[in-house]
Nanobody
């Protein structure tokens, strides 16, 4: 059974930073792991994902230059460093994993999901 566990959410002022981590268990192999976010009443949107090789990460235009995704020391762990946070970054952030080959930023293409962690950017 695959489990993804997120940690690191919280409340931060605009311009501040947060670091999200996701650890997977039971995931024998995967093509990519990444982060999505969702605001109540809106669709879940892709934020960033990274291949199991660690190469060529993808970022949504809204977070380019501010967020950095990386693999942890363990292959099935990823980290999202979020800097210069804005109020519009406020959302529930979900970790997800994709086992099938092929790049995608669509939530429907990711099979495994964490329970989410709240990120609130507010003064």
């Amino acid at each position: 059974q695959v489990q993804l566990v997120e940690s690191g959410g919280g409340l931060v002022q605009p311009g501040g930073s947060l670091r999200l981590s996701c650890a997977a268990s039971g995931l024998s192999d995967y093509y990519a792991m990444g982060w999505f976010r969702q605001v109540a009443g809106k669709e879940r949107e892709g934020v960033s994902w990274i291949r199991s090789s660690g190469r060529n990460p993808w970022y949504a235009d809204s977070v380019k230059g501010r967020f950095t995704i990386s693999r942890g020391i363990a292959r099935d762990t990823i980290v999202l460093q979020m800097d210069n946070l804005r109020p519009e970054d406020t959302a529930v952030y979900y970790c997800a994993a994709k086992s099938s080959y092929g790049p995608s930023s669509q939530a429907d293409d990711f099979e495994f999901w964490g329970q989410g962690t709240q990120v609130t950017v507010s003064s």
